[in-house]
C-alpha cells in the first residue's frame, strides 16, 4: 500500500491507497479541493467538517444529476445501463465512493 500527501482547504493529510493509484489519489483531491475552496469562497469561515460535508453532499449532487442525464440518454438511444457507458459511470461512481470513504 502507498501513502499520499494530499492537500485540502490548505491542509495536509496522509491517505493510504493501492500501490500504483497515487496519481488518481492526487487528482481525485485536486477535484474535491476545487469544490471545497470554491464553497469557502461563497461561504465564508465556516467549520472545516463542515465545509467538507458541504464539498461531499455537491459532489455527490453532481454525481446524480450526471447519472440522471446519462439514462436519459440510455432511454434516447434504447441502450441498457448494462451497456459500456453505463459500467465506465458505475465504476467512476464506486472509485468516488471508495476514496470518499478513506477520508
Same mark, same amino acid.
Given at each position: 500500500?502507498?501513502?499520499?500527501?494530499?492537500?485540502?482547504?490548505?491542509?495536509?493529510?496522509?491517505?493510504?491507497?493501492?500501490?500504483?493509484? !497515487?496519481? /488518481? %489519489?492526487?487528482?481525485?483531491?485536486?477535484?474535491?479541493?476545487?469544490?471545497?475552496?470554491?464553497? #469557502? =469562497?461563497? *461561504?465564508?469561515?465556516?467549520?472545516?467538517?463542515?465545509?467538507?460535508?458541504?464539498?461531499?453532499?455537491?459532489?455527490?449532487?453532481?454525481?446524480?444529476?450526471? !447519472?440522471? /442525464? %446519462?439514462?436519459?440518454?440510455?432511454?434516447?438511444?434504447?441502450?441498457?445501463?448494462?451497456?459500456? #457507458? =453505463?459500467? *465506465?459511470?458505475?465504476?467512476?461512481?464506486?472509485?468516488?465512493?471508495?476514496?470518499?470513504?478513506?477520508?
Amino acid at each position: 500500500m502507498a501513502q499520499v500527501q494530499i492537500s485540502i482547504n490548505n491542509q495536509t493529510y496522509t491517505i493510504t491507497c493501492d500501490d500504483g493509484q !497515487e496519481e /488518481r %489519489l492526487k487528482e481525485l483531491a485536486s477535484f474535491f479541493d476545487s469544490h471545497v475552496q470554491s464553497l #469557502a =469562497a461563497k *461561504v465564508g469561515r465556516i467549520a472545516d467538517s463542515r465545509l467538507m460535508l458541504l464539498a461531499g453532499l455537491t459532489i455527490c449532487d453532481e454525481l446524480r444529476e450526471a !447519472e440522471a /442525464r %446519462l439514462r436519459d440518454v440510455e432511454a434516447e438511444r434504447g441502450v441498457t445501463s448494462e451497456d459500456g #457507458a =453505463a459500467r *465506465v459511470i458505475e465504476a467512476a461512481a464506486d472509485k468516488i465512493r471508495e476514496v470518499a470513504g478513506r477520508m
